[in-house]
Structure formats: C-alpha cells, structure tokens
C-alpha cells in the first residue's frame, strides 16, 4: 500500500484525491492546503483524511511514500524539489514547472535517488487519445501533413500565467505522445485584452519533416471547443472532445496527384471516400493515469508521461514565451 499525502486542494485538488482514494494500492493519508475553506470541505468530503495547513507534514512524514502537488507552477519546483529530497515520489499537475532549468533538476534528483516523476498529462489517458495513437501507429493516415488543435473557450482567466501556458500544455502533451517526430522550432503571436497576460494565442510548430503543427488556445470565445485535426496522404481524422458518443472520425479524403511535370501540368484527382468512426473505451481517463502512478511506483516502470515528457512540454511553453516577446518569430528548440 502506498500512502500519498495531496498538496493542494483547489480547483483540480478533489479530483486527485477522488481517484487516488478509489486506486487499488494507494491511501490518501494527508492533504495540504493553506485556505480553511478548502480544508473544510477536504474534511466533510473525507473525514478519515488528516488535513494541514503546513506543508511540511506532508513533505517530511515518514509515513508518505508519495506527494502529489496540484498548485500553482510557480510553487512545483520548490515543493517537488523537497518531497525528492525527503524520498518522496512525485505526482505534478501539468506544467511541470516553470523552467526547463528547474524540470532538468528534478529529473537529475530523481534519478539519482531511483524515485518516480509522473506530470499529470491527462489527456493521454483519454480512451480517445489512445485510439488516435492506435490508428497513427498502423500507419491509417500515412505521412502526415499537419496537425491542427483548437482548444477554446470563456475563461478561466489566470492571474500568473498566459492562456498558452494555461492550456497549450493538454495539446502540447498529446501531440508529444502521439507523434514520434520532435518539433525543432516554434513560433507564437498573441494579445493580451483582459488582465496583462496573452489571453488570445495561435502557436506554429515547426518538425524536420513536411509535417507543420497549429494551435489556437484562447480565453475570450463564446463557445466552448476542443477539436484537433491530423491530416494525412491517405486520410485524415477528426478528434471532437465535446461529442457524446463519436469522438473520433477517419475520413478517406484527400488528394492524389497524377502529374507533376510542371506547376502548369500539374494534376490533382480530389478523394472523398467513407467516414469511419473507430470505437473509444470509455472510462474517466484520471483514474487510469492515478492507478497507472501507483504501478509504475510498485514497479519501477518508467511513465510515459515522466520528468522527460514534461520537460519537453516546459521547453515548448518557453519557446512560446520568447516567439510571443519577439513578435512571432520562430524560435528553435
């Protein structure tokens, strides 16, 4: 059994300590939070939970095997650094941290004292994530020609980081784990209305390859979407987070050029051919993601979404910040 105390108890808070206390193998024993409001309905939801307001208890009991830290990416660093320090392993909520510097420490840290990272990138749990990894990896679409993901909606302002790094991060992990391609360079515009911070942001990934990556993140839309796009030589497919029941869709349409002797010559046949939707299992993907931690505690399995994989989201979010300072241009990784 593995005894998990909870930093932080907030907006994503209840949700970590939901799914921990429902993983086999894992006790939520300690959670964290500074505010008494956030205590109090900690303590009315789980009783047999202990709560504080100091950090410490958490950090330094030797009865914690694992800390999860859900707060703000201003404070990761810090308190990651000490749970690794005191042989706790660790459970971070997406960014990493707020530094590629400060991810590079505490992946150094961690390998040096065999302790697990594991950088809360849902989305890759998603049952729909893993179809899309299915359907690449069989080679469905063929090359790639692009990567598209619009991930919009009214709010939630943040009041110490832009929309990118607000929520680019869920669209930056899932392409890290679908594609097997490393971007090599990125480019970011965006305007800030509202409160000081970009709150409106299209981001350009560049690859080695033919492949180019877009992203429109942004807090000022009437309506909510989640929809990402991949485009292929073969087909291309449509990812729909907010669809019910179809959530993914592969369309057999594309181009087919016949003729390339000349831009005057050349010729293009236009391929529209059926819709298929592959079939996603369902399940809430936090759960599996918080069983999976357990696991690859017992085990000494690497995650998938480990120090590395944040590491490389944290380094993508920078490069944004510094395109978004230079006016757009690209920036190289």
Known sequence: MINIGIIGYG???PNIVR???SSDGAKVVSVCDQRDESLGRCSKAYPQISQTKDCRDVLASPDIDAVAVITPVSTHFDLAKRALENGKHIFVEKPFTATAAEAEQLIELAEKKNLT?????TF??????????QVLEEKMLGDLYYYDSVRVNLGLFQPDVNVIWDLAPHDFAVMDFL????PRGVAACGKAHVNGHADTAYVTVHFDNNLIGHFNVNWLSPVKVRTTLIGGEKKMLVWNDLEA?????????????TSRESSYNLRVN???????APRVEQGEALKTETEYFVRCVNTGERPVNDGKAGLRVVKLLEACNRSLEQNGQVVSL
């Open 245 to 257: 029941d179809e959530k993914i869709k592969v369309y057999d349409k594309g181009v087919d050029v």
């Open 270 to 276: 236009y391929r529209s051919g059926d819709m298929y």
């Open 179 to 182: 594609l097997p391609d490393r």
């Open 124 to 133: 890759i749990f998603t049952g729909a994530v893993r179809r899309i990894k």
């Open 117 to 121: 990272i594991m950088v809360d990138h």
């Open 19 to 21: 799914n921990f206390c």
């Open 11 to 13: 907006y994503w808070g």
